[in-house]
């Protein structure tokens, strides 16, 4: 299914401010709450879409390379960074609960909705992988799919991510009694002020580990080599950042996996120059070609094809081969192979070289006429403007 804009999610301008995002998010996310809407499968999905509306354009980057690239740029890959559809509700809960100061899950502070043990416990998330991954563009015409192998923190095989040896259990944290944050209230010249943090004994989780793993150090993750396999979409180009999500690290003992982020790099062409969708190349013609026509064989990205050269072809010509150069990245269309054409002067004559030439300098033909100057001057003019 085509996903919608993220700014006609959230019904905001491409021109909205942060804290008019924000505040449009939290409108959509109160009114398509589980808890408001129980069972109404339909609020579910605008809740999840709302989601990751909001978790593409709350982040500065990540909007950039919406606006640029749409669902592309930060979309399955290229995934979308943030997949509200193919997350539960935990998983939203623990990227956006500070949105509501803390109580997301369970919609307490404006709702009455009451909240879960679950959701006050912090949920902690893997850090993101970058990779950067070069492509020719034979491979950017088409799309590709690529292999990459990188060393990132996987979940624990012996303790199967719990961060507890065999047989080893963990205990209610005794501090936040199975919290996860502790609240302290302070006294300040405007009354009692009520605060919320990270319990400092179990860092959020609420547990407390009785006897470590040995292999991970009760961290539930190990370093190792693991092989990711990367669709990379047709029409992308240099610069252009991907996003996998949850192919980047695994967080601690059960948390979120973080993203791997896809720089892409293009190789130059020996022949071809990229401008946006169009290719461009350099035609050198010789004199007799440029003056007596004929026909020649231009590169293109996936071979090489014949263009006509009409008889009197002037220098700055530009021949328009339509379709022949790389799709848009969003399907809208694609590129065209421009080539330009330029006539080569030979520098060195022999003698019977300079008398043909000689011979041929005195043919009216073979003078600049008015029209040609016009046509010259024209188009060198339009060229700077």
Do not use: W
């Not at 809960?93 to 502070?109: L, T, W």
């Not at 060393?151 to 259990?169: D, E, F, R, W, Y």
């Not at 405007?190 to 319990?199: N, V, Y």
């Not at 008889?311 to 590129?335: E, F």
């Amino acid at each position: 299914m085509t996903k919608r804009d993220f700014y006609e999610v959230l019904e905001v301008s491409k021109t909205a401010t942060a804290d008019e995002i924000k505040k449009a998010y939290r409108k959509k996310a109160i009114q398509y709450h589980p808890d408001k809407n129980p069972g109404d499968k339909a609020a579910e999905e605008k809740f999840k879409e709302a989601a990751e509306a909001y978790e593409i354009l709350s982040d500065q980057q990540k909007r950039q390379r919406y606006d640029q690239y749409g669902h592309a740029g930060v979309g399955s890959a290229a995934g979308g960074g943030f997949n509200g559809a193919d997350m539960n509700m935990e998983d939203i809960f623990s990227h956006f609960g500070d949105i509501f100061g803390g109580h997301f899950g369970g919609f307490n502070g404006f709702g009455g909705f009451g909240s879960s043990q679950r959701n006050s416990q912090r949920v902690k998330r893997g850090t993101d992988l970058r990779v950067k991954v070069k492509l020719n563009l034979s491979e950017i015409a088409t799309g590709v799919e690529k292999k990459i192998k990188v060393k990132k923190q996987v979940i624990c095989s012996h303790c199967n991510g719990s961060g507890a040896s065999k047989g080893s259990s963990s205990t209610t944290c005794p501090t936040c009694n199975g919290q996860g944050r502790v609240t302290r209230v302070q006294q300040t010249i405007l009354g009692q002020m009520q605060t919320a943090s990270e319990c400092p004994t179990c860092g959020g989780e609420g547990k407390i580990i009785k006897d470590k793993c040995t292999f991970c150090g009760g961290e539930g993750i190990v370093r190792e080599d693991d092989i990711i396999t990367i669709n990379i979409p047709a029409g992308v180009m240099e610069g252009m950042q991907l996003s996998m999500s949850g192919k980047g690290n695994a967080a601690p003992r059960g948390g979120v996996n973080g993203d791997l982020l896809v720089l892409i790099e293009e190789e130059p062409h020996p022949q071809l120059i990229r401008d946006e969708n169009d290719l461009i190349f350099n035609l050198l013609l010789s004199v007799p070609m440029a003056t007596l026509g004929g026909s020649v064989e231009v590169p293109t990205v996936d071979g090489k094809v014949k263009v006509t050269i009409a008889p009197g072809t002037q220098p700055g010509k530009v021949l328009r081969l339509r379709g022949k150069g790389l799709p848009n990245v969003n399907r809208y269309g694609t590129g065209d192979l421009l080539v330009n054409i330029g006539v080569y002067i030979p520098e060195n004559l022999n003698r019977e070289e300079k008398a043909l030439i000689d011979k041929l300098s005195n043919s009216e033909n073979m003078k600049p006429n008015a029209t040609a100057s016009r046509n010259f001057f024209s188009h060198f003019r339009n060229m700077f403007q």
